[in-house]
């Protein structure tokens, strides 16, 4: 079945980097995306991955990406007080055309 | 980037009413839309894909007479809540493809039923 877990909550320090980290079930998604939300807003598309790939770097976001663990993470560099927000994990069993299945979400809380 | 809307951005009713939500894609044109519910502090569900010319398409569970979905156009997909009750209340958000990889969001409609 389909079904992307991540931890609910996540607090770090401003300056410090964050870890987001995301499992997900379905062997056969081929891409695997990172959106943010922030509070009353709808979802920003941060980064993807296709699944033929294990790491992709975007300026301060890192992805990776273990295939056989069906893990994903998402790390953030040098966090500041703006990503605060809630991070969703999603997969898409066949691209951007198709459904994507989220995960529940993890809330980021930046603290000076 | 490609730029979904959505209007309202915000709907109160009284229990009983039809609400309707409108999902347009902006500068591109879909011929595939996806409405989501996101309960508070949960993920989205997936509630349904609109087809444009052609019936859309249900997960399970939802039910078709109480979210109609109608896609009249390549840049227009509406989701009407009919006979609204409270347990309807939640925030409605829907997507566009644009691409082989990337879909595009909607800010999203918040539902209040009373």
């Known amino acids: 079945g389909e079904d992307v877990e991540q931890s609910l909550f996540l607090s770090v320090r401003e300056g410090d980097s964050s870890v987001i980290n995301c499992t997900y079930t379905d062997s056969s998604s081929t891409y695997l995306y990172w959106y943010k939300q922030e509070p009353g807003a709808g979802l920003q598309l941060l980064t993807y991955i296709f699944s033929n790939m294990d790491m992709k770097q975007d300026q301060r976001l890192t992805v990776l990406l273990n295939k056989k663990d069906k893990h994903l993470s998402l790390r953030i560099a040098d966090t500041q007080t703006g990503d605060s927000a809630i991070y969703f994990c999603a997969e898409s069993p066949s691209g951007g055309y198709n459904k994507l299945i989220f995960g529940a979400g993890t809330r980021l809380a930046v603290h000076p | 980037g490609a730029v979904v809307s959505q209007h309202p951005s915000r709907v109160i009713c009284k229990s009983g009413t039809s609400v309707k939500i409108e999902c347009r894609s902006l500068?591109?044109?879909?011929?595939?839309m996806f409405w989501y519910r996101q309960f508070p502090k949960k993920s989205l569900m997936l509630m349904a894909t609109s087809n444009e010319g052609s019936k859309a398409t249900y997960e399970q569970g939802v039910e078709k007479d109480k979210f109609l979905i109608n896609h009249a156009s390549l840049t227009l997909s509406t989701l009407t809540v009919t006979s609204a009750h409270p347990e309807d209340s939640s925030f409605y958000i829907c997507?566009?493809?644009?691409?082989?990889?990337?879909?595009?969001f909607g800010p999203g409609t918040r539902l209040t039923v009373l």
């Open positions: 997507s566009a493809p644009s691409g082989i990889d990337e879909q595009f």
């Open positions: 500068d591109f044109q879909a011929t595939t």
